[in-house]
């Protein structure tokens, strides 16, 4: 397992301006990405032990950040498409 943060730029190469233009024109994606930016800092503080917590709550923070990156995907998808 890697300790690096999963940043969305990083995950969706050669969107960064698709995400960015999207993060202006549209609340709703602007909130994910807000909330998944939020929950991707706290497992990575949580797996780099800056802020422990118990493995219950790392594994629902983990599955809330696949959740809203997997909705993230859909509207580049549908975006693009």
Known sequence: ???TPHELAEDFPGQAKLIHDLKEKD???ARLFDE?????GAVHRAETD?????DL???EM??????LK???ARILHDAVA
Request: proline share 4%; no cysteine; net charge negative.
């Open 62 to 67: 983990r599955k809330k950040r696949v959740h």
């Open 36 to 40: 998944y930016h939020e929950i991707n």
């Open 1 to 3: 397992m890697t300790n």
């Open 57 to 59: 709550h790392l594994t």
């Open 27 to 29: 609340a709703h994606f």
């Open 50 to 54: 800056i802020e422990p917590t118990d």
């Open 70 to 72: 997997d909705e993230i």
